[in-house]
């Protein structure tokens, strides 16, 4: 069935070849049921290109070489929705199980964020190693498809009620309130964000690092993939782990049915076997 979005159309066909083509590049699956969705999030990018319906808009994408509006669409489809100390969880596993065991090396830990959205993850997690006694010093990658999202997390200005719940010193230690213009915002201080290297990595398309990872954080993203996405996400993330090195994912996802050789340490943590 159609659906109307203000006085936009979206039809069964014009549907299935934007959810193919997010698909093919994302991995995200729509289903016929995130219609609304899909018109509720495209419908700012049609105004912008003063597009009236999805026809035209379909064809503008196909006509755009320079691959620019597909990154627009992905940024506007990607669900980017994450906050500080998400599956808090994970933070103190990493805190008191898998630090102690990084320590002995006498090196930085190797990070991995992949799917970091806007930012709120890889901070906590470099907040959560900067915190220790004495702190553990690593060096991170957090990366994502979302163009708008990476701006956003490399900027690291976040809204006052999204920091309000962190522990007053943490606060203080890590982040800077804005004043005049940019009161009622807060900024994560340089010498934080200058230890995170936020990269635009799809997950269908893993690069070759320069190191394999100790920890990698890949949460709440393969909800929106298929089996077979996953599966090809969980053997890349697989590749670029170290021997003995942890992979979390989210508590609301699943291994089942992924063949890995990963073991289980925790809900949603898992290790790669030491050699
Ligand atoms: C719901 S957010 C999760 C953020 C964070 N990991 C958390 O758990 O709070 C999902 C993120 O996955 C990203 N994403 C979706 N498909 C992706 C892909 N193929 N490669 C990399 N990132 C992707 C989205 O842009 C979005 O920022």
Redesign the pocket.
Known sequence: MPVLGEDLVLTDREMQRIAALVYE????TLHDGKKPLVVARLQKRLRALSLGTFAEYLAYLERDRSGDELVLL??SI??????FF??EQHFTLLAETVVPKFRRERRPMDIW??????G??PYTIGMTLSELDPPMDFRMVA????TK?LKAASAGVYKLASVEKLPTPVLRRYFEKGLGESAGFARVRRELRSKIDFRH????EVPTFDRKFDVI?????M???DRA?QQR?VSALERNLRPGGYLFI?HSESLNGITHRLRWVAPAAYQLEAL
Not at 217 to 221: A, L, T
């Open positions: 590049r994302s991995g995200i992905l940024d990607a669900t980017n929705h994450t906050y998400r599956e964020c992949a799917a970091s959205s806007t709120e993850e990366s994502d498809i979302s999202a990595i799809n997950l269908l954080f890949c949460r709440n993203v909800i929106y993939f996405v996400v989210s």
